[in-house]
């Protein structure tokens, strides 16, 4: 498994190899192993990063290697790795390999979309080659069913290839009350498919008609081509009703949702939303809109709507701030989805996907 993507700061798919990876360990049998897959010229992988899990870790810039696995297909992974049975990227280009059956995961399309807010090489190798790719793979893993659709719609894989393993709910303990100060959170990368300026205009409106409203806090990166976002956020009050905290570790989270009396994401689009199922796991009300996978994943336990309407996005902030038993029903739906989505039932879907991909590759020799 590619590990790069939680080399360093653990951003969303970060997250997801880490934790799936870990899950994954656990269901092995004797004879089989995961080893993660690292590249890199100056950070290393620690031996011991998810304990029974081998390690594989090349001194070869990322950079280098993707141009030469992207454009070149070459070096095959048995020359970094010696002999797999699977090799499985976390993104949506192959891992080049001689005898392994190849993996590819594809968490949205938003590079297809939205282009101008990803990097540099993301918008070098990714549209062109990321349809041939997952139709070439063995199996194709997606977060959600939203993805799946649009994977087998948008590059034709076929459905019996396709995989679906969201992300687990994080294994904290719900709140049973909100102690301290509170705020309103949005988590997520700082970026033009985040909607983040609506948010602020909508967060404005509320204040306008509720001025003891809790503040607003952001916390995330920013995105390539987000210079409008940044600049309202640089134009936002100075009085701390809006904070923009920046990247925010795994740990830290925890304590941004404890906080938190309520979570708003007007995604343009998403693949999943993991804030969301985050927000739920911990008995957060959420607000959030109903584009992408997002419907999808808060069902009945939240409020959904057109992340375009910022009056309405402002009225159903303003709700969720103010009928208790509205919010609290919305939690205590909330609490009981999150349930459904466990880190060990995706890695058993995963399994699922390398036996189903070693059996595709074996028949196309």
């Not at 205009?201 to 809790?214: G, I, K, T």
């Not at 689009?269 to 993991?274: A, I, R």
Request: proline share 8%; net charge neutral; with cysteine.
């Amino acid at each position: 498994m590619d590990y790069r993507p939680a080399l360093r700061q653990r951003t969303g798919v970060g997250e997801y190899a880490h934790h799936l990876a870990s899950a994954l360990v656990g269901l092995l049998g004797p004879a089989d192993q995961l080893a993660l897959f690292s590249s890199s010229w100056k950070d290393r992988l620690a031996p011991g990063t998810i304990p029974g899990a081998a390690v594989v870790d090349a001194r070869v810039p990322v950079s280098v290697l993707n141009y030469t696995w992207h454009r070149l297909g070459w070096p095959p992974v048995e020359w970094l790795a010696g002999r797999v049975d699977v090799a499985h990227a976390l993104h949506p280009l192959l891992i080049p390999a001689t005898r392994a059956a190849q993996v590819v995961t594809i968490a949205d399309l938003s590079f297809l979309d939205v282009p101008d807010s990803t990097t540099a090489e993301i918008r070098r190798d990714y549209a062109e080659l990321s349809g041939p790719h997952a139709r070439q793979a063995d199996a194709v893993v997606v977060i959600s069913a939203y993805t799946r659709m649009q994977v087998e719609r948008r590059f034709g894989v076929p459905p019996e290839r396709v995989f679906l393993c969201p992300p687990g709910a994080p294994a904290w303990r719900p709140r049973t009350s909100l102690d301290g100060p509170a705020h309103v959170l949005f988590i997520g990368t700082i970026g033009p498919r985040k909607n983040v300026g609506a948010l602020l205009e909508a967060y404005e409106a509320l204040r306008a008609r509720a001025p003891d409203a809790p503040p607003l806090v952001l916390a995330g990166g920013v995105a390539p081509g987000a210079g409008d976002v940044v600049a309202a956020l640089r134009r936002a009050p100075t009085d701390g009703t809006v904070r923009h905290l920046g990247y925010v570790p795994d740990m830290g989270r925890e304590d941004l949702f404890r906080q938190a009396c309520l979570l708003v994401l007007p995604s343009l689009d998403e693949g999943f939303g993991m804030p969301v199922l985050e927000a739920m796991a911990m008995g957060v009300p959420v607000v959030t809109s109903n584009r992408g996978a997002l419907p999808e994943l808060v069902g009945d336990a939240g409020l959904i709507v057109d992340p375009d309407d910022i009056p309405g996005l402002s009225r159903a902030m303003e709700r969720m701030l103010t009928d208790t038993a509205f919010a609290q029903a919305c939690v205590r739906r909330g609490l009981e989805r999150a349930t459904q989505y466990t880190w060990e039932g995706s890695a058993r879907q995963l399994l699922n996907a390398y036996v189903s991909a070693a059996a595709h590759r074996s028949a196309r020799r």
